[in-house]
């Protein structure tokens, strides 16, 4: 099953859209690596993650 890793490695868009995010907040998705498996979820955690922090 493809986690976070495999999502930013073959969508350019997932990609771009990760870094455009607060390091902390890339970081926190990088824990969670493995709960992340399609660019949907990525937009969900990540404003998980700034909604959390800010």
């Known amino acids: 099953m493809k986690n976070l890793n ?6 350019s868009n997932a ?3 990760f870094l455009t ?5 890339q970081g926190a ?4 690596t493995n709960q992340i498996h399609n660019i949907d979820e990525l937009h ?3 404003q998980q993650e700034t ?3 800010y």
């Open 6 to 11: 495999d999502i930013l490695a073959s969508d």
């Open 15 to 17: 990609r771009q859209f």
């Open 21 to 25: 995010l607060p390091e902390d907040v």
């Open 29 to 32: 998705l990088i824990q969670n």
């Open 44 to 46: 969900f955690h990540a």
């Open 51 to 53: 909604n959390r922090k």
